[in-house]
């Protein structure tokens, strides 16, 4: 079954559903792309000033934190999460890590949801051309909680969920995954 979907910042060349640990690496490659792209429109900011590139670039990095950020968090939260705390239930150091990873996704959605979104809504909208410095700071503080988050889930979380997730619960977690994107 090829269950490849095309919402923005969802789907990856060569990678479906059927390879929901793949899937989900490469939407942490989405995550950086997108985090990278917002410190370019920075800097684009500053040189060139806004333009139409400049609010292109706002709305795609508001399109995918808006739609693919909090779909994978879902994944996560379905699946990775649930699967860790269930068969490393012995094991504190996961039990820790498994509550900090959660944390993290209320603590980035309150920030995606607040001084960061309405920034760049107001540059796309525009209502202003350029980011305040309170703006900036929330932009650093959203991509420092993003780059430790991912660290944290590629070095420790996938790789123990990967070790106790067997083939036919990866396959159902596919099936679950591209199931809920189509719905929406």
Known sequence: MNTRISLPGVRSPGVGFEQPFEMLDACHD???RSLQ????LRKYLQTKGCDDSARQAARDVQRYFDIAAPLHHQDEELHIFP?????CADDARIQSLVAQ??????????LWSGEVRNALQALTSGEQSQFTEAQEAAFDTFAQYYARHLTMED???????RSVVDEAEQQAMGQEMAARRQQG
């Open 101 to 110: 990873l959660q944390q993290d996704h209320e603590d980035m959605h309150v």
């Open 155 to 161: 070095e420790v979380a996938y790789p123990q969920a």
């Open 83 to 87: 699967a860790l705390k269930q068969r």
């Open 30 to 32: 989405r995550v950086k």
């Open 37 to 40: 792209l917002l410190v370019d």
